[in-house]
């Protein structure tokens, strides 16, 4: 059965992050955020309250995965989150290309060719999942649209993630499919969950 979380990001945003999440929760809901080292001050008073079930968070700090040069960052700030994760009772944790700006835009490095993207990201991900397999963790790999929003980001349909995920092969490895970018992009949410639904780990929807 899936759980229903709010984004403490985009919710409430005229209230101090800590009450964003109590609201969230008295609500009825687990609360989602994104980078934790902007929310570091606020991550004790998450983790004392049981009432504050925390869904996901963004579980890598910079990097990439899509050029040889940024995966070994890319794979230092996954390890430096995952303590995090335990310190919040966290399960899931997104991961996508690399390191995007508070514009969302692509300020890491991608390699010129295709072939070493994609050879670069299996590597990297197979890296990823075996953190996630000893610790017990899932990282969701998350699509994002170039249309509107992310010009350049290497990964726009969903159908990438799910090859690289089905590629890899760990069950902590998954797909995040979100709507909102799946209907910009591609137009069809219903078939892109039809077609990997088998890999689905996380769904986002946003108007």
């Known amino acids: 059965?899936?759980?229903?979380s709010v984004c403490a990001d985009t919710a409430f945003l005229d209230q101090p992050f800590v009450e964003r999440a109590n609201r969230i929760a008295d609500a009825g809901?687990?609360?989602e955020f994104w980078r934790w080292p902007e929310r570091e001050a606020d991550l004790g008073a998450l983790a004392e309250n049981p009432a504050i079930a925390i869904s996901a968070f963004t579980g890598y700090l910079g990097g990439c995965i899509v050029d040889p040069q940024g995966a070994d960052e890319f794979i230092e700030g996954c390890k430096q989150s995952l303590p995090v994760a335990q310190r919040l009772g966290c399960e899931t944790l997104f991961t996508s290309s690399g390191e995007l700006d508070a514009n969302g835009q692509v300020i890491h490095p991608i390699a010129r060719h295709p072939?070493?993207?994609?050879?670069?990201?299996y590597n990297t991900l197979c890296r990823v999942a075996e953190?996630?397999?000893?610790a017990g963790v899932t990282y969701v790999l998350e699509h994002l649209n170039t249309k509107v929003d992310h010009p350049g980001f290497p990964f726009n349909h969903v159908e990438d993630v799910a090859e690289l995920a089905?590629?890899?092969g760990s069950p902590r490895l998954r797909v995040l499919i979100d709507v909102y970018h799946v209907q910009i992009e591609e137009g069809s949410v219903t078939q892109a969950i039809r077609d990997y639904g088998s890999l689905l780990g996380y769904v986002h929807v946003a108007d």
Not at 1 to 4: R, T
Not at 115 to 121: E, F, K, V
Request: charged share 25%; proline share 0%; aromatic share 14%.
């Open 1 to 4: 059965m899936f759980k229903l």
């Open 29 to 31: 809901f687990k609360v």
């Open 115 to 121: 072939g070493r993207r994609w050879i670069t990201a």
């Open 131 to 134: 953190l996630g397999e000893n």
């Open 166 to 168: 089905s590629a890899v």
